[in-house]
Nanobody, 125 residues
Framework: QVKLVESGGGLVQAGGSLRLSCVIDGTISHYYMGWFRQAPGKEPEFVAGITWKSLSTIYADSVKGRFTISRENAKNTVYLQMNNLTPEDTAVYSC???????????????????WGQGAQVTVSS
């Protein structure tokens, strides 16, 4: 079992950038890590995912070319660098950990066992 704590959210103007951090407390050597977001009145949406060992990454089409997921082993931390933000990116962003996830299932929030508390990202126009 792991505990996830996000930080780095805030208010930014359209076109700006933010970097979210997710610190993992626990042993996560085999976990798959994902970032999700949820806007008011909407279902959780997969944003990006990364394997812990191979560094293979995937992204939602809506963020490709603008967002980058990465991790830093020494700090047990996963990052989400968000560039060229738009008001449509406004949401609560959460990191999540899955002990195992089948190919193609990375996009489903139901595959993830552990979740952080979420960080609010607000993009003004």
């Amino acid at each position: 079992q792991v505990k996830l704590v996000e930080s780095g959210g805030g208010l930014v103007q359209a076109g700006g950038s933010l970097r979210l951090s997710c610190v993992i407390d626990g042993t996560i050597s085999h976990y798959y890590m994902g970032w999700f977001r949820q806007a008011p009145g909407k279902e959780p949406e997969f944003v990006a995912g990364i394997t812990w060992k191979s560094l293979s990454t995937i992204y939602a089409d809506s963020v490709k070319g603008r967002f980058t997921i990465s991790r830093e082993n020494a700090k047990n931390t996963v990052y989400l660098q968000m560039n060229n933000l738009t008001p449509e990116d406004t949401a609560v962003y959460s990191c999540a950990a899955a002990s195992t996830v089948a190919n193609g299932r990375e996009y489903s929030p139901y595959e993830y066992e552990e979740w952080g508390q979420g960080a609010q990202v607000t993009v003004s126009s």
